[in-house]
Structure formats: structure tokens, C-alpha cells
């Protein structure tokens, strides 16, 4: 999971949005063809994903 890679503190989460940047339009198109159902199945199946959308949520 390469959200594991990065430490759960604020420098991290830093590195991790860095990361993302070039995917942070893939994302959106995830969260929007996606029912809560299937994303609750995608938060468990990848801590990372869950992970990077509680960064997005809050930076919203």
C-alpha cells in the first residue's frame, strides 16, 4: 500500500498529498461513478485509499 510508506503525522500526509497530486483526478472520477457501498469496500480493501480521501475531505 504506498500510503504505508509515509508516517501518519502532518509531514507525512504531506509527502503522501505530494504523491498524489498526479492522481487526484482519478480519484474524483472514482468517488463520483462509485455508491457508498462500493467506496466503503475500496476504504477497507485499501487503508491507503481511506486514507488519502479523510486528506481530501478535509482539505474540501
Known amino acids: 500500500d ?3 510508506r509515509f508516517p501518519s503525522t502532518e ?3 504531506s509527502q503522501l ?3 498524489c497530486y498526479d492522481y487526484m483526478m482519478v480519484f474524483k472520477q472514482v468517488l463520483d461513478s462509485s455508491s457508498k457501498i462500493q467506496m466503503d ?3 477497507l480493501q485499501y ?3 481511506f486514507r488519502f ?3 481530501m475531505e478535509l482539505l474540501a
Open 53 to 55: 480521501a479523510k486528506m
Open 11 to 13: 509531514s507525512g500526509d
Open 47 to 49: 487503508p491507503g485509499f
Open 2 to 4: 504506498y500510503a504505508s
Open 17 to 19: 498529498l505530494q504523491g
Open 41 to 43: 469496500y475500496i476504504c
